[in-house]
């Protein structure tokens, strides 16, 4: 029957290359097909791809019944610095942390040693008047007038996204929920993180560069895959769509758009279960996958038959190899090394 949804697909956008993978599930077959990537809107080449492929398996669009895919959009927009335009509303007294972050030097003996630069600049660092202690009782309540204030002069300058994150919200959200209410009454153009729903943990440097990098990428994800998502239904397909997550599990589009800070490691995660997957089925547990693309090369340690994974992960970093030199983001992910040195897609074997 031409309508059953027999296919699956997989999709990987890299920064060369664009790679895809059709599976019949009665069969076992599976066919692949490479497009060059295109940066500036990267569907088209996932479109073009996907027409191609589809094209040469004989199979419509119609028949796919699921669509996982993989980008490295997310890490890309945050190490070049191509997210939105963003505010911080904190706790007054607080709007430095995220540039003073902690205590910890990377490099004890480097008189010159660079910090990461934050993503919101100083000017738009928000110190708000409200205060909760550390058991979650109030102990100053919200200045909501403060706060139309606040997003008045927001708009006027052109601001797009916004991160609150309060002082103990992860034991009281209530006046971050609060903070969102006003922005949605407001500014409803504004997209907004709070730091009780995105990193929900003690440790107010961690939580609050998370939320920011979370929404400072969040107009960028969304608009990317809603993109993604005309032009599969434009294909024909009406099946599910699910995004690929640092963790190795999927989401669907709707969480995607949302939480966009845990799709840090979206495509190199599923290169590694790859790996560990392929481990398992020739008796090799232990692991060392080397996953080379045409701009990163990236490696993870498989044990047991699994990727190591971690709750804490650094993006951005001044120095690639120096742990504290980047951004700290409080995000499940698989652990693996990534290097700027691609080059894999034109190697050969002498």
């Known amino acids: 029957m031409q309508s059953e949804k027999r296919y699956r697909a997989g999709i990987d956008i890299g920064g060369t290359f664009t790679d895809l993978v059709l599976i019949d599930d009665e069969t076992g077959r599976l066919a692949v ?31 796919l019944g699921t669509v996982i895919h993989g980008t490295t959009l997310v890490t890309n927009a945050l190490i070049e610095r191509k997210g939105a335009a963003t505010a911080l509303l904190t706790t007054e007294g607080f709007r430095d942390a995220v540039a003073i972050g ?12 660079e910090k990461p630069e934050p993503l919101v600049p100083r000017s738009l660092r928000y110190g708000v008047r409200e205060r909760s202690l550390d058991d979650g009782s109030v102990m100053l309540d919200l200045d909501e007038e403060q706060i139309r204030s606040i997003v008045k ?13 309060f002082l103990h919200s992860f034991r009281n959200p209530e006046h971050e929920r609060r903070v969102r209410e006003i922005l949605a009454e407001q500014a409803p153009e504004m997209v907004v993180s709070i730091s009780s729903e995105v990193a929900p943990e003690i440790r107010e440097y961690e939580r609050t560069s998370t939320t920011v990098a979370n929404v400072y ?24 769509l ?7 599990g999927t989401a669907s589009v709707k969480t995607a758009c949302r939480y966009p800070v845990r ?3 979206s495509g190199p995660a599923a290169g590694a279960l790859a790996a560990a997957f392929y481990g398992r089925a020739t008796d090799f547990s232990d ?38 030199s980047g951004l700290p983001v409080k995000a499940a992910v698989i652990e693996m090394i990534e290097i700027g040195a691609g080059g894999g897609s034109i190697a050969s074997i002498g």
């Open 33 to 63: 097909g490479k497009v060059l990537s295109t940066p500036e809107d990267p569907s088209e080449a996932v479109e073009e791809g996907l027409i191609e492929l589809l094209g040469q398996e004989g199979v419509e669009a119609g028949r």
């Open 102 to 113: 902690t205590e910890h030097r990377y490099d004890m003996y480097d008189v010159f040693i």
């Open 153 to 165: 002069e927001l708009r006027e300058r052109g601001v797009r996204a916004v991160a609150v994150s």
């Open 217 to 240: 990428t969040r107009p960028l994800v969304e608009g990317y895959l809603h993109s993604l998502e005309d032009r599969l239904r434009r294909l024909g397909y009406r099946g599910s």
């Open 242 to 248: 699910y995004i690929m997550l640092s963790n190795g």
């Open 263 to 265: 799709l840090l490691e």
């Open 287 to 324: 692991v060392l996958s080397f996953d080379m693309g045409g701009t990163t090369a990236k490696a993870c340690l498989i044990e047991g038959g699994e990727p190591l994974g971690t709750n804490e992960f650094e993006v951005a970093r001044v120095y690639r190899f120096k742990k504290g």
